[in-house]
């Protein structure tokens, strides 16, 4: 059976539209993981129903979003390649199925984490999730200019600045949680919310 040429589009298409849905998916997530380690410095009454709603959140993120737009990216991509097999045998194309598939295995690593949290074994911090939500934004940028550049993958100026970015986003916010937790703790804005 010979696709038209139409169907390349459409499957691209729904690909892109997929590839948009997992990673909105993916960002939000892991911040709800964040908030969620977070809700357990609270007094106990506030703490459970925090906790339990964070869980629900998480619950139906994953099942209403995050994978069904993997789904949709995969099965779209499998469509693009049986409709143009000759990918394959690029080399652009072997690159970024590495890195989709690192994207599939913390996925994975995700829902694992979603278990924890809700059996309360998650021995992951605030901080480090920060860190962790970072590795999503840097398998974006990757895959994105491998998909844009393809075999002609840029390694001058532009791309060490694209690099710069997504770190200096990452310690960005990793100081502001630092500069909004002190601020939290400083004694002169109790005493000054009080007044
Ligand atoms: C299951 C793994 C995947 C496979 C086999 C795959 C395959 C493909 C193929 C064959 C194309 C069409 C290329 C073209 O017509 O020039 C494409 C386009 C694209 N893919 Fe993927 N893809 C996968 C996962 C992803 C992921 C995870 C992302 C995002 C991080 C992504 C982002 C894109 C984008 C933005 C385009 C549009 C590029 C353009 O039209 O220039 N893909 N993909």
């Known amino acids: 059976m010979t696709l038209s040429p139409e169907a390349y589009l459409w499957f691209k298409t729904l690909h892109i539209v997929g590839v948009v849905v997992w990673f909105a998916g993916l960002f939000y997530l892991v911040r709800l993981f964040i908030y969620h380690v977070e809700a357990a410095e609270l007094d106990p009454p506030i703490k459970e129903a925090f906790e339990e709603q964070y869980m629900l959140m998480e619950r139906r993120l994953v099942n209403i979003i995050t994978t069904p737009g993997m789904?949709?990216?995969?099965?779209?991509?499998?469509?693009?390649?049986?409709?143009?097999?000759?990918?394959?045998?690029?080399?652009?194309?072997?690159?970024?199925?590495?890195?989709?598939?690192g994207l599939l295995v913390y996925h994975a690593f995700c829902y694992r984490l979603m278990g924890q949290l809700a059996r309360g074994e998650c021995r992951w911090s605030g901080r480090q999730l920060r860190a962790l939500n970072e590795l999503p934004t840097l398998i974006l940028v990757i895959v994105v200019m491998l998909v844009v550049f393809k075999n002609q993958f840029p390694t001058g100026a532009a791309t060490w600045l694209m690099v710069g970015l997504v770190l200096f986003m990452a310690a960005s916010i990793q100081f502001y949680a630092r500069w909004r937790r002190l601020q939290q703790q400083s004694p002169e804005k109790n005493s000054s919310s009080d007044e």
């Open 71 to 101: 789904v949709l990216a995969v099965s779209m991509a499998v469509g693009l390649l049986i409709t143009q097999p000759s990918w394959l045998y690029q080399s652009w194309m072997q690159a970024k199925l590495v890195f989709v598939a």
